[in-house]
């Protein structure tokens, strides 16, 4: 099932940097393009990074868009993305996901990071360290064992070893541990490309331009290893202990803090979601989230999901192999042209938080206001808060019919709407939420998958290329328990 290609204009810049970076075999006299640039500053590369990231790999539509209906806030309604939801996911439908991954994201990272050790530019250096570490870890979370510590050298290593999952963590969280060792450095240089953090007050000087940038950065790498580290909570009972550490230590503080990528309305820089739902359309919310939604009246729906056909019923799902004729649609929030793509939010940080310490004391009454904590945050990062609504919703946490661990997992399955993290926490919380498989005769099996095939081009390639690789093998954080 071919695979479909969006337009995008980092794109454009990324090819630049892939051409520009061949070896020359010819005189360079001949042919030479004036308006070509023969080297790329970090000035550029960090934000084609960025935006790359954003579109083809974090908030991608092969892989946020297909986990999100593994995940039921999407249902398949037509085409490839109803056989998605069939669980019907090939090696040939990932190319796109692992190559950009590769080609376009870490390798480019490995020149940002070469070009920053050179400069002693500490900022672009913690910046390419804590982008690595998400990308390695998206990359290892969906295929375990992935190519990392012999790639990247081009001609000299064209059928690359493949590191075993259990060897690549340790790296992920070493390289977040040396982008917090940069950020906390005096020596600072304030980066003017950086999308994700860049100084909202143009006229600071550079110094506090730097301290800054360094300061929001140095946040995201504390909660980014939190969350890499609560990752091995079933190989580590140590796991929960030490992320909340790393939250108490100064992660995200506030929704201002969120770490994010924020699109555009001109054609062909618009959120990737949004352009899938202009171009196919083929997915609606799906039952069993919008259900979820409606029972506990929460106040997020309008900007969650759009309004349905069906005026006496608005806001509904698709259920397994409808059509979705009158359900709803991705809302405003995660499908409007310049909707953001999130790294990483201050919402996470608070449910990891109250997760953690639930783990050390179940009776901790600061769970309970920390999970009231998250929900707030999230209300305030959608512009719905309701203080009637969280008055009420602190009252129910109270009841002796809440399972607080579940009810907090709820929370930020709520939360972390459209989000692929939630991928994470399903399998290794072993589906404390409680999703069900869908259960029709489509399905190819009638069991949520539990992570991606190889890449065909990868397998065609690349002897090294693990074998006999299904959806619903685990990865080697992913312990049956």
């Given at each position: 099932?071919?695979?479909?290609r969006?337009?995008?204009?980092?794109?454009?810049?990324?090819?630049?940097?892939?051409?520009?970076?061949?070896k020359?075999?010819?005189?360079?006299?001949?042919?030479?393009?004036?308006?070509?640039p023969?080297d790329?500053?970090?000035?550029?590369?960090?934000?084609?990074?960025?935006?790359?990231?954003?579109y083809?790999?974090?908030?991608?539509?092969d892989?946020?868009?297909?986990t999100?209906?593994?995940?039921?806030?999407?249902?398949?309604?037509?085409?490839?993305?109803?056989g998605?939801?069939?669980?019907?996911?090939?090696?040939?439908?990932?190319?796109?996901?692992?190559?950009?991954?590769?080609?376009?994201i870490?390798?480019?990272?490995?020149?940002?990071?070469?070009?920053?050790?050179?400069?002693?530019?500490?900022?672009?250096?913690?910046?390419?360290?804590?982008?690595?570490?998400e990308?390695?870890?998206f990359?290892?979370?969906?295929?375990?064992?992935?190519?990392?510590?012999?790639?990247?050298q081009?001609?000299?290593q064209?059928?690359?070893?493949f590191?075993?999952?259990?060897?690549?963590?340790?790296?992920?969280?070493a390289?977040?541990d040396?982008?917090?060792?940069?950020?906390?450095?005096?020596?600072?240089l304030?980066?003017?490309?950086?999308?994700?953090?860049?100084?909202?007050?143009?006229?600071?000087?550079?110094?506090a331009?730097?301290?800054?940038?360094?300061?929001?950065?140095?946040?995201?790498?504390?909660?980014?290893?939190?969350?890499?580290?609560?990752?091995?909570?079933?190989?580590?009972?140590?796991s929960?202990a030490?992320?909340?550490a790393?939250?108490?230590?100064?992660?995200?503080?506030?929704?201002?803090?969120?770490?994010?990528?924020?699109?555009?309305?001109?054609?062909?820089?618009?959120?990737?979601?949004?352009?899938?739902?202009?171009?196919?359309?083929?997915?609606?919310m799906h039952?069993?989230?919008?259900?979820?939604?409606?029972?506990?009246?929460?106040?997020?729906?309008p900007?969650?999901?759009?309004?349905?056909?069906?005026?006496?019923?608005?806001?509904?799902g698709?259920?397994?192999?409808?059509?979705?004729?009158?359900a709803?649609l991705?809302?405003?929030?995660?499908?409007s042209?310049?909707?953001?793509?999130f790294?990483?939010t201050?919402?996470?940080?608070?449910?990891?938080?109250?997760?953690?310490?639930?783990?050390?004391?179940?009776?901790?009454?600061?769970?309970?206001?920390?999970?009231v904590?998250?929900?707030?945050?999230s209300?305030?990062?959608?512009?719905?808060?309701?203080?009637?609504?969280?008055?009420?919703y602190?009252a129910?946490?109270?009841?002796?019919?809440?399972?607080?661990?579940k009810?907090?997992?709820?929370?930020?399955?709520?939360?972390?709407?459209?989000?692929?993290?939630?991928?994470?926490?399903?399998r290794?919380?072993?589906?404390?939420?409680?999703?069900?498989?869908?259960?029709?005769?489509?399905?190819?099996?009638?069991?949520?998958?539990?992570?991606?095939?190889?890449s065909?081009?990868?397998?065609s390639?690349?002897?090294?290329?693990?074998?006999?690789?299904?959806?619903?093998?685990r990865?080697?954080?992913?312990?049956?328990?």
């Amino acid at each position: 099932m071919k695979n479909i290609r969006f337009k995008f204009i980092g794109v454009l810049l990324l090819m630049a940097l892939v051409f520009g970076s061949c070896k020359k075999w010819i005189d360079t006299g001949i042919n030479t393009n004036p308006d070509a640039p023969k080297d790329v500053p970090m000035s550029s590369l960090v934000p084609a990074i960025e935006a790359n990231m954003a579109y083809t790999l974090i908030g991608s539509n092969d892989y946020s868009r297909v986990t999100s209906q593994w995940m039921q806030y999407y249902q398949g309604v037509a085409r490839q993305s109803q056989g998605e939801s069939n669980y019907i996911w090939h090696d040939g439908d990932v190319d796109n996901v692992w190559n950009t991954a590769y080609a376009g994201i870490m390798e480019n990272l490995v020149i940002v990071t070469s070009k920053a050790k050179a400069a002693k530019d500490n900022i672009n250096l913690g910046i390419a360290d804590v982008l690595m570490a998400e990308s390695l870890g998206f990359v290892t979370d969906i295929w375990g064992d992935v190519p990392y510590s012999q790639a990247f050298q081009g001609l000299a290593q064209l059928n690359t070893p493949f590191d075993k999952q259990q060897d690549i963590y340790p790296k992920i969280l070493a390289l977040l541990d040396d982008a917090i060792a940069s950020f906390s450095s005096t020596t600072l240089l304030y980066d003017a490309g950086d999308l994700i953090y860049p100084d909202p007050n143009p006229n600071d000087g550079p110094i506090a331009q730097a301290a800054y940038q360094a300061a929001k950065w140095l946040k995201a790498a504390r909660g980014m290893k939190a969350r890499y580290t609560l990752h091995l909570c079933k190989t580590d009972p140590a796991s929960w202990a030490n992320a909340l550490a790393l939250i108490n230590a100064g992660a995200l503080a506030s929704n201002d803090d969120d770490m994010q990528f924020a699109f555009f309305t001109n054609v062909g820089e618009q959120n990737p979601l949004f352009q899938f739902m202009d171009q196919r359309g083929d997915i609606a919310m799906h039952k069993y989230f919008m259900d979820m939604l409606n029972l506990r009246f929460d106040p997020r729906i309008p900007v969650y999901a759009a309004a349905g056909a069906d005026t006496a019923n608005p806001y509904q799902g698709a259920d397994w192999g409808s059509a979705g004729e009158n359900a709803s649609l991705p809302g405003a929030g995660v499908a409007s042209p310049n909707s953001p793509v999130f790294f990483l939010t201050y919402v996470e940080c608070l449910f990891i938080k109250a997760e953690c310490e639930y783990k050390a004391n179940p009776a901790d009454p600061q769970i309970k206001s920390d999970i009231v904590n998250g929900l707030t945050a999230s209300l305030n990062k959608w512009g719905v808060f309701s203080a009637p609504y969280i008055a009420g919703y602190s009252a129910y946490l109270d009841t002796v019919s809440v399972t607080l661990y579940k009810e907090l997992m709820t929370q930020k399955y709520i939360a972390l709407y459209n989000q692929a993290e939630t991928f994470n926490d399903w399998r290794r919380t072993n589906n404390l939420i409680g999703l069900l498989p869908n259960p029709t005769t489509p399905a190819v099996q009638n069991v949520i998958p539990r992570r991606f095939p190889y890449s065909l081009g990868e397998k065609s390639y690349n002897t090294n290329t693990p074998a006999n690789v299904t959806l619903w093998d685990r990865v080697w954080w992913d312990v049956a328990k």
